[in-house]
């Protein structure tokens, strides 16, 4: 089998371009596929938790993201109709000695900035559909919506949940409406009365749904996601929406977020889907990463941070197995697979424990949550030290067969 050296990556999301660092890093040649006309991220916030900022360390990309980013305090939970702190875990301070990176709150057009910048402007081909990929036993080939094809060794479709890689390789298969929806905005945090929001990831437990809002920008904006058990979905998956819908959702919850949705210019709506983990993710040179892989709900802030950690195994065992891509792949399933498959039924699960509609319910998980503050002030409220302290940027036995 011939050397990989040229790698195709269907996507220029925060998944594929980062994926494309981490392999110019190992030294492939790689083109990124692109469909839309120009590059760019939504108008909406993303955080970044210390497994994800670790490949940002590891790539030498945390200093520019740091510098567009705002570190929260705590990571607070707060009753939806009282406001009182059900629960708090500090995070400045606490985690970067515990997990070895910090916790960030960024505009996801900051953080995709980041990531272009770290890329060759020749690298990315945009206007480039993808439509199909097919494979010879030494290539595999792209068709794009143009007609037009193209060569490489190893294909990486990061093309979203959507993704016209996955179908190629597995047929289609619809993913699942969840039942949830989201409303996004950002205001500027000076339009705000002095104090309201402070400047912890604060996320607000209600029935039927949970408000979650963090600073972003060096602390210039304030980024809200409202979510939603709703029937509600949009062939687009995103529309315009105004913030008076949100606020009506929200109709009896605390306050401060009328003040909040109040304050918003733009509101966008989605609705929010995900799939089952699926049983493989490569077939001879063509593999997934990120939402194409495993699409998740948004419940653990985990998505986008999962794409960050397939690009950099992916490129660690690619270099690792140069002379066999199908071992490469194969290693780079297995590692990569069942920690995502755990995560994407956990955000199912943690989505049903904070929206539950159930007053004996909600009782329960808030008593547990003050008594685990009070006995273990140094642990995160949802369990969560698995995924924070997963590191993949640590020695890996595969590499050190490195050809
Ligand atoms: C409300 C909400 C909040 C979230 N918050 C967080 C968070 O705080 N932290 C976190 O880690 N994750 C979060 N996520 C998840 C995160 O947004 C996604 O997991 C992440 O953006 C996926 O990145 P990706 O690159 O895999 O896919 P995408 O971002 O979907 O990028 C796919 C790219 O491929 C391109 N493309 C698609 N089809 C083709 C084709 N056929 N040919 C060529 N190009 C194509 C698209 O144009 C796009 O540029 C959140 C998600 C939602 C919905």
Redesign the pocket.
């Known amino acids: 089998m011939s050397k990989v050296q040229k790698v195709a990556v ?7 371009l980062n994926a494309a660092i981490a392999l110019r890093q190992r030294g492939f040649e790689v083109a990124i ?4 006309d120009v590059l760019g ?1 939504i108008g ?6 210390p497994n ?1 900022m670790r490949v940002l360390m590891a790539l030498g990309l945390d200093r520019a993201f740091e510098a567009v980013a705002f570190e929260p305090h705590r990571h607070v939970v707060r009753n939806w109709k009282t406001g009182s702190i059900v629960s708090a875990t500090q995070m400045r301070g606490v985690f970067r000695p515990q997990y070895g990176a910090g916790y960030f709150g960024a505009h ?1 057009a900051d953080l995709h900035a980041v990531l272009q910048n770290a890329l060759p402007a020749e690298c990315v081909r945009l206007n ?4 199909s990929v097919t494979q010879t036993p030494d290539r595999a080939v792209l068709t794009f919506a143009d007609g037009q094809t193209a060569e490489s060794d190893i294909v990486v479709g ?8 996955r179908e190629s390789l597995f047929g289609p298969d619809a993913p699942r409406f969840t039942g949830h929806i ?1 409303w ?1 905005g950002l205001v500027p945090s000076e339009a705000l009365p002095k104090g309201l929001i402070e400047p912890d990831m604060t996320a607000w437990f209600g029935p039927n749904g949970t408000m979650v809002h963090y600073y972003v920008r060096r602390g210039e904006l304030v980024n809200w ?1 409202a ?1 939603f058990e709703s029937d509600w979905r949009d062939e687009s998956w995103r529309v315009e929406s105004d913030w008076r819908e949100a606020a009506a959702a929200y109709a009896g919850w605390h306050p401060t977020l009328a003040t909040l949705f109040s304050h918003t210019e733009r509101c966008y709506k ?1 609705a ?1 889907y995900d799939r089952e983990p699926l049983a493989r993710w490569s077939q001879g040179r063509v593999t997934l ?4 892989a495993h ?2 709900l ?1 419940y653990l ?8 950690e397939d690009g950099y195994v992916l490129a660690d065992l690619l270099a690792a197995h140069r002379s066999d891509s199908v071992a490469a792949l194969a290693a780079y399933e297995a590692a990569r697979l069942p920690r995502t498959a755990r995560i994407q039924r956990h955000a199912r699960e943690r989505g049903k424990i904070n929206n539950t509609t159930s007053a004996f319910a909600r009782f329960k998980r808030d008593l547990g949550y003050r008594l685990k503050r009070l006995i273990k002030p140094n642990e995160h409220t949802y369990k969560i030290e698995w995924i924070y302290g997963h590191d993949v940027t640590a020695p890996r036995s595969e590499t050190s067969a490195a050809a």
Do not use: K, N, T
């Open positions: 269907v996507g220029a999301g925060l998944g594929g596929y692109e469909q839309s991220e909406a916030g993303i955080q970044l938790s994800a996801r480039a559909r993808v439509i990061a093309d979203g949940i959507r993704s016209a890689v989201v996004r996601i979510h989605w929010l990463l990120g939402d194409s699409p998740m948004p802030a985990q998505g986008a941070a999962q794409a960050i």
